[in-house]
């Protein structure tokens, strides 16, 4: 059964920073892309940021291209997001998303519950 779990979300401060984990099992991680997705209450799911399976290529929604940073670690099952220079309107649920297929797209087939991320001072 493919199962996501993130972590690490909470509070920050505008310009703080914070690591999202995502631990992954039930499918053999290192064969498929994963994702990251955000969405804040009353708005659509907003896709953030992509890794092809080998995480030889990334993909970033143009709102946060040079502050997020997307990494995997497969020997570890486990997906990041380093997010940095983060902004009030960042406030929102974080999802963990496994691809398709190895290349990264923005479609997906299994989410996580998410991990709220709040930038506030």
């Known amino acids: 059964q493919v199962q996501l779990v993130e972590s690490g979300g909470g509070l920050a401060q505008p310009g703080g920073s914070l690591r999202l984990s995502c631990a992954a099992s039930?499918?053999?991680?290192?064969?498929?892309?994963m994702s990251w997705a955000r969405q804040a209450p009353g708005k659509p799911l907003e896709w953030v940021s992509g890794?092809?399976?080998?995480?030889?290529?990334?993909y970033y929604a143009a709102s946060v291209k040079g502050r997020f940073t997307i990494s995997r670690d497969n020997a570890k099952n486990t997906l990041y997001l380093q997010m940095i220079s983060l902004k009030p309107e960042d406030t929102e649920l974080y999802y963990c998303?496994?691809?398709?297929?190895?290349?990264?797209?923005?479609?997906?087939?299994?989410w996580g519950q998410g991990t709220q991320v709040t930038v506030s001072s």
């Open positions: 998303a496994r691809g398709l297929g190895y290349i990264a797209t923005r479609s997906s087939d299994y």
């Open positions: 890794i092809r399976a080998d995480g030889g290529d990334t």
């Open positions: 039930g499918f053999t991680f290192s064969a498929y892309a």
